[in-house]
């Protein structure tokens, strides 16, 4: 089973950076893509920006140009470096991963959510 662990959320004033990070743990045989989502309060998760294996990217408007994914497919790890944040940027940020894991069996797995709360 793979498990995805999440990390570096926490509380900015507007115009700040964070750097949220999620590594999957459980030895998985091989990732596809890897993606960051959002859940406000009153809305819907929403996607934020999503990566493949090969590097392909794509982000929701609202956050082009001041949001920034990559991985490290050696550490199996997600990065999603948050610029120039704004107060509607609050929200539970999820990690989300699918791929295969042993025994050759196919995952999409979901890690628990780091809160980010930007001030104005």
């Known amino acids: 089973q793979v498990q995805l662990v999440e990390s570096g959320g926490g509380s900015v004033t507007a115009g700040g950076s964070l750097r949220l990070s999620c590594a999957a743990s459980g030895s998985p045989i091989s990732i596809n893509a890897m993606g960051w989502y959002r859940h406000a309060p009153g809305n819907e998760r929403e996607l934020v920006a999503t990566i493949t294996s090969g590097g392909g990217t794509n982000y929701a408007d609202s956050v082009k140009g001041r949001f920034t994914i990559s991985r490290d497919n050696t550490k199996n790890t997600v990065y999603l470096q948050m610029n120039s944040l704004k107060p509607e940027d609050t929200a539970v940020y999820y990690c989300?991963?699918?791929?295969?894991?042993?025994?050759?069996?196919?995952?999409?797995?979901w890690g628990q959510g780091t809160q980010v709360t930007v001030s104005s």
């Open positions: 989300n991963a699918d791929g295969l894991a042993n025994p050759f069996l196919p995952f999409d797995s």
